[in-house]
């Protein structure tokens, strides 16, 4: 199954004419956004779309659009006012189980169960009423949460592993459970007579498990696999979940794992068993048809561990896969190709953040910014400033925090800084990036011959009209950036190069040169003194940032233009 396109008509929470394109993702989509964004109503509405799909008494609220693909059909369908049109391969035509997926599995790591009692429970709560039919049933959306990591774990090694090693290495090397040496099993054997008056598959398996009826058996791993050998995997996984998951009406109340030789699988950590549960409901669960639904899969899990979860998707993207996420460290292992990311409008409905917007701050940042950076900084609504590198914002951030103390009329700047690389990283931002309502993007240059170069190929200049200090002015609009150079301090006798370290004292600047210097060849060059300022500016003192009220009064002259 590969998603194609999802476009919400009328309002669901925050999504209102709202468009999701998966068609460029490969099976894995990456929902970032800061919280309120709207990256898990966004799960919650493709549940509610399914759940009606499966089921008209779950019909969805609200109108929408749905594209996807399943075994070589395309399938659109309209939701409007109630009536569905469907249509595969672009004729009309009604919905039926080979067009809809497999299964929709969901899962979530916190606490809240709003996903579960609002789209999951109701599928649930008639898989349990069905299990005690001829046939063992299939619940077509499936919420599987910490309830199941024991039956995970079991599941995973009733595999071969000597035959799936990937399995095998996953347990050892990732979990590391090196054996599982023993299963006990705790019975309701009232409760299993009261099934057994209309015999169904659940009872078969519980006999064929335990056939004298005990309260508690001990099996080891060999044996557990001998008396279970006439299910595939995905069966044993399925009968397991049918007894010991109905809430009320359990068969078996406890499953118990000995491992690594006395120990408790109980001890694995809580990330240990989150990864348990993915790669569960990737291989066992669910199959290439099968849509996944991973509401923030790595909360608890250790960082040094995250990247696994990466693995995993990448390794099963032949489901369709979609996880919620706050972690940089997650985001930044995945390709760009995988990530959307989402914000807000003005009335706080949810957005899908321009591709071009990301690729131009991906470009300028190098790749160095996280995906989460670029979502954040995407999102801001403060003034954006573009400098030629890191030490100019270093000394910008720090001489504002000073100057704020003793100057009020600084007191609402705030700005988002963006290393721009010089006159490429501008024209690119001229030419594509739009700022939000009320937002300036002012780009700052030193008054030096490199300076000087970028501004007049910003503005396209040639050598018979160059741009220079005489009649450049204080500051110059190319599209919807405003362009300066930094305006040289009081009583500077520099010459015509300025710089913004110039904005230092002299003694400062004195100092930093006479202490690397040794001999002619120790002669410290430009960047590395830049890098020295740099690493020591946070410890200088207050009175060494007076001059920088220059640059932070040019802006607000700016602000007000």
Known sequence: MRLQ?????????????????????????VLIGNNGSGKSNILEAISSIFAGLFNNRFNPVFNYELNYLRDGNVINIDFVGGVYTIRVNGNIDNIKPEYLPTQVISSYSG?????????????????????????????????????????????????????????????????????LNNIQLHFDIGRLDDFLRTPNPVTNFILTLNPEKKETIELTLEEFRQRMDYLSEIDMFKYLTAASMPKNDK?????????????????????????????????????????????????????????????????????????TTHSPTLTHNFDFKHITMLTKNAVNDSLVEKKEKQEIIYELTQGIWSYQEQNIFLNSKNDILLVEGKSDET????????????????????????????????????????PKVGQKIIALFDSDQAGWNSINKVFERTDANRFSSRDFGRFRKQGDINIAIFPTRPYYKGGANFNIEDYFSKALLTKYVLTSFKSLDTIVTKDKFKKSLDQDCRSFPDKEFKFFKGVFDLILEIKAS
């Not at 999802?6 to 989509?29: A, H, P, Q, V, W």
């Not at 099968?290 to 696994?308: G, V």
């Open 111 to 179: 606490e809240e169960d709003r996903l579960w009692q609002n789209y999951y429970l109701p599928f649930y709560e008639e898989y349990i009423r069905a299990i005690k039919g001829a046939t063992l049933p299939n619940s077509n959306l499936m919420y599987i949460n910490k309830h199941y990591w024991n039956i995970a774990l079991l599941a995973l090694h009733f595999y071969d592993l000597e035959v799936f090693t990937d399995i095998r290495d996953f347990c050892k090397q990732t979990i590391g459970i090196q054996s």
């Open 5 to 29: 396109k999802l476009k919400i008509i009328t309002r669901f929470k925050n999504l209102e004419n709202f468009e999701l394109d998966f068609s460029d993702k490969e099976g894995i989509t």
């Open 251 to 323: 068969l078996i109340t406890k499953i118990e794992i000995n491992i690594n030789n006395n120990l408790l699988s109980e001890t694995l950590s809580e990330g240990e068993k989150k990864l348990l549960l993915l790669i569960t409901i990737l291989e066992v669960a669910g199959d290439e048809n099968s849509l996944i639904l991973l509401d923030e899969p790595d909360s608890h899990i250790h960082l040094s561990r995250k990247e696994e979860i990466q693995k995993l998707l990448t390794k099963y993207e032949n489901r369709e896969n979609i996880i």
């Open 395 to 434: 000394f910008l951030s720090k001489a504002l925090e000073v100057l704020k103390l003793t100057e009020p009329r600084y007191a609402d700047l705030i700005f988002e800084f963006l290393p721009c690389g010089g006159a490429e990283g501008v024209k690119l931002m001229t030419k594509k990036f739009t």
